[in-house]
């Protein structure tokens, strides 16, 4: 095993590495020590091992429970080279839907042979990681992949004793019939009841028959890449139970394990919390530091800091990822708004309205020690990022406003039905449409995050694997979505933002159904110093459907503002 990269954030260690052909991704707990339990985590289809799901998914083990957690590119994904077989495959996948014929079954025989040959690799590189002395042998190891992840996972977890619980999903019985039969160990098991790729019949086969004593299913409603976001805690319990918690030996069948499992961890030996600041009210409120560059010790004070605000409202701002790269220039502070992810919501609720968590990310300023602080915010997060802009300018060093829903600020006509009207004839665009228009019939977090899943294809130029798996990363509150709207701002908001001397920038997707192009270009004038640009080929998500594009503008313009704040 050869490592070719290693940054750190938010304590955090993230290492690249090669293992002969294959390339992969270890994440640790920086300046770690002794040995720890391991998470392998398997890609899904049209992803590779830092797709951003994986990458939040691997922090949250790390900084949560000391975990350490691999990943490594599939066979013909990520960093691989594809074979002429792989490119052949998948031009006759794109032919075969774009005329509207099933393709579950040929991705079924597709992932079984790319199992055959992923699973020596990952056995090989497991073989690497426990030489390592903060991982070590006799540590218990666990498994995570949907999709392909669980077409490579099943047949790796029934080959592999020192593997010892897994959480699958997403995938049939017909492929993996005799390798299911030797999986003892406990699993959970994801189903989505209205999956268009992987029969409802065949999941259930699958999961009946793994050979496991401690087998939980969990059926949601939605298509195969809306995986609600909270299976992501049922997850992380299921790993403390049988990683920590001494569970796995306990109720598992018989089987070949290479050592005992280690005695429960001295309290926050595997734990490490995450940043926290006081809010307006003394609230203790979680933020996230995403950073890989390298030049913490430049004698110019380091990474340029940017507040990033997540839309939504109250989404988990893992849906961010990490901006199309722009944690490798600047020091991205995520913070967790309130009722959103680790920050709790407050009573009452009205403390959590976009105007009065103006005042969180004043505090949050002064927490970081900057003089002036850089914002972007997404989405909704484009309202808290304007009330922070209209209510302490002075402390504004330069504001990205990304796909700005701007109805409410400006009174040009929204060219939302337009765009629209273009797009009409996709099956799935056109029930999200009809989804959208009916609006949330919800009063809890689950139905209002299903309702979330059938309108994401609203949100995305397109909506490839790509664009679906991003959609399923990040939940939802419903409650602090309800909180976020529940203070009107102030009349005469739009001319106060005639008073931010800061320079903005305003970033429109051409395709953007939900917040339109002509309002967010009226928006643009409203600010001294604001300009605005869109985007070709792109929807509400402009670092995941065009990241070039994205990072060309956000770095050009973050580029002019001072480097020390």
């Known amino acids: 095993m050869r490592f070719t990269s290693q940054t750190t954030s938010n304590r955090v260690s993230e290492r690249l590495f090669t293992l002969g052909d294959v390339t992969g991704v270890l994440w640790s707990p920086a300046g770690a020590t002794g040995g720890r339990p391991l998470v392998l985590l398997g890609h899904g289809g049209g992803q590779h091992k830092k797709a951003p799901g994986l990458v939040a998914r691997a922090n949250r083990y790390v900084t949560t429970h000391g975990f350490a957690v691999a990943a490594i590119d599939a066979p013909a994904y990520g960093d691989r080279p594809k074979t002429e077989q792989d490119e052949r495959f998948s031009a006759e996948l794109r032919e075969r839907a774009a005329a509207g014929q099933p393709i ?15 699973v020596p690799e990952w056995q090989a590189t497991l073989d690497a990681l426990q030489e390592l002395d903060y991982i070590g042998t006799g540590r218990p190891v666990g498994y995570w992949g949907v999709s392909l992840g669980s077409a490579i996972g099943v047949p790796l977890v029934a080959a592999e004793p020192r593997i010892t619980a897994a959480v699958f999903g997403l995938a049939g019985h017909d492929t993996l019939a005799d390798a299911v039969a030797r999986v003892t160990v406990p699993v959970e098991f994801l189903l989505q009841w209205d999956d ?11 999961f009946d028959a793994f050979a496991s004593r401690d087998k939980t299913l969990h059926a949601n409603p939605g298509r195969h890449a809306g995986v609600p976001g909270f299976e992501l805690d049922s997850s992380e319990r299921f790993f403390t139970r049988h990683l920590v918690e001494g569970g796995a030996h306990a109720t598992a069948a018989p089987r070949a394990v290479a050592a005992e499992r280690p005695s429960p961890p001295a309290a926050g030996q595997y734990r490490q919390a995450t940043p926290t600041f006081p809010g307006f009210d003394g609230a203790q409120l979680h933020y996230d530091e995403l950073y890989r560059g390298d030049n913490d010790d430049d004698d110019d004070g380091g990474a340029l ?4 605000l997540a839309g939504g409202a ?62 972007l915010g997404h989405s909704a997060g484009t309202r808290l990022a304007i009330s922070y802009a209209a209510r302490f300018p002075e402390r504004l060093a330069g504001l990205v406003l990304v796909t700005p829903p701007a109805g409410y600020l400006v009174d040009v006509p929204s060219d939302t039905e337009e765009l629209i009207d273009r797009r009409r004839g996709e099956p799935a665009f056109d029930a999200a449409v009809t989804a959208w228009a009916a609006g949330p019939d919800a009063n809890d977090d689950d139905a209002f995050n299903a309702w979330w899943s059938r309108v994401a294809p609203l949100g995305y130029a397109a909506w490839t694997a790509t664009e679906q798996a991003h959609a399923a990363i990040g939940r939802t509150s419903f409650a602090a979505n309800r909180a976020f709207f529940s203070v009107d701002p102030p009349h005469d908001l739009a001319e106060r933002l005639g008073r931010v001397t800061a320079p903005v920038l305003i970033i429109a997707g051409a395709q953007d159904y939900s917040a339109g192009v002509a309002q967010a270009i009226a928006l643009a004038k409203l600010f001294p110093a604001g300009e605005a640009v869109t985007i070709e080929r792109c929807g509400h998500h402009p670092w995941v459907e065009q990241p070039t594009a994205f990072r060309h503008e956000v770095d050009q313009f973050l580029s002019t503002l001072p480097h020390r704040l």
């Open 104 to 118: 579950g079954q040929q991705i079924a025989h597709h992932n079984a042979k790319l199992a055959a040959r992923a």
């Open 196 to 206: 268009e790729l992987v029969p409802r019949d065949s999941a259930l086969a699958l």
């Open 305 to 308: 800091p940017l507040i990033a």
């Open 314 to 375: 109250a989404r988990d701002p893992s849906y961010l990822g990490d901006l199309a790269g722009l944690d490798t220039e600047q020091r991205l502070i995520v913070p967790h708004l309130r009722g959103v992810g680790r920050s709790p919501l407050p009573d009452p609720a009205e403390s959590a309205s976009h105007w009065r968590q103006a005042e969180d990310i004043e505090h949050l300023r002064a927490h970081l020690g900057l003089e002036q602080v850089p914002l």
